[in-house]
């Protein structure tokens, strides 16, 4: 019953965060605060995760099928597959889950606790709009970047990888990540990546946004926050990948 | 005006406000005074509407609060300037752009203009060269200030401050009560101040609101307030030597 609740209160809150916007200045300046600060300030660790990922991909993906029988591009298909399918679109979100959640969820869950949300229902402007918004828009239009950026990386990181220890010779892998492809694999990767950003903004932000008591409250929901994106990534990533891939 | 009908609100199964009754005139400094946890902040967020009461209603002009629509509450709200007990900055504005915030939200003149409304505001509240700072870096007594310059930005026609001297010296302390009085009387705002700082009371006080244990205990103007015979009330605010030296002057 608790989690009907929930779910109850949450699409409710929604309904707040996209009614009309008192000033649309604002809300385009706070938009641009929040891609800076989820979206360009993720760079770095997306960039790191991305380039030993491929790199460990593109090895484990040699040692396991080490045999004369198949084919020397499979390493490099093998390595873009991966990647573009599940590595950066999901798991780059379920990193960025962790990172632009929590921050979400601190943000707005300690304006609560000091009274902050409540400064600004008493002036009359739309709280979950002003706050959350700026954050949805922001993550929605920077994500996909992030994941494209995340693709090259990882791919690059298993070429270096591949090459510099021997495994695969430069030829082959870029025959690998060329062959066979399918540009609907990133229409799917970037479909999945704008769902997931609209769950880690907005479950992120219920959290916060219902935070009661005090900074210990704040941890909690810090925490709550990033575990239930996570859950409803998993879950969304399945049902996802059945409708679209299948 | 406000008017307070029967109000009472409780958390889970502490009851913290018990049927009041009040009618808090426009033009005049309303004071509610009391004990620390006697409910007056509570009372505060209840009539602003951030508690629903169990009980009673709340009427705004005669408009009763609670049964009114998202936007029409809203609507009243951009009438109401408050100042938290918290002070309820936020932290990731300077002290300018806290006061800018709801001129920038809602009104409707030039750039220039709501800058130097918010020159103004802050100079009112004796905060000047901070504009740059952020809430943290500037203290307590100062954060109280810039939220009373906030709260004033909008030239309010309801204006509520919690304990708006906890915090100050006893100079600034004047100088806030005299502003909260200036504007009351200038703009004709319906004004409620909770504090138990019997020099704002003595100093500025209207019409006197005591709550006790929840209750409106007492209701009176200043004069009625130092005669007064009611047993809890008297112990609240002779509980001072200061007073109590001013009760013997009288009677002496
Ligand atoms: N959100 C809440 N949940 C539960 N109880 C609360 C809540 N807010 C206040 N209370 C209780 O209500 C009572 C009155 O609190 P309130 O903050 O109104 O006191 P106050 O008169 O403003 O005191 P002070 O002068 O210290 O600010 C206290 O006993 C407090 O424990
Ligand atoms: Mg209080």
Redesign the pocket.
Known sequence: MRILYHIGRYFQLQGEVFSKPERFGIYWKRTIEEIDLLGVKSLGIVALLSVFMGAVITIQTKTNIDSPFIPLYVVGFAARQSTILEFSPTIISLILAGKVGSTIAAEIGSMRVKEQIDALDIMGVNSAGYLILPKIIACVVINPFLIIISMFLSIFGGYMAGTLSGLVSSANYIEGIQFDFNAYHVTYALIKTVVFAIIITTVSAYHGYYTSGGTREVGISSTKAVVYSDVVILIMNYLLTQTLLL | MIEVVGLSKR?GS?Q?LTDINAVFAKGKVNQVI?K???????LAKCIVGLYVPEEGEVRYDGQSFHTLDKEAKRQIRQEIGMLF?SSALFDSLTVLENVLFPLRMFATMAPEEMLERAHLCLKRVNIIDKDGLYPSEISGGMQKRVGIARAIAMNPKYLFVD?PNSGLDPQTSIVIDELIQELTEEYGTTTIV?T?DMNSVMGTGDNIFFIHQGRLWWKGTRDELLTSDNKELNEFIFAGSLMRQVRKAMKG
């Open positions: 958390f502490t913290v009391g620390s946890g006697s409910g007056k902040s509570v007990q304990e909770i138990h």
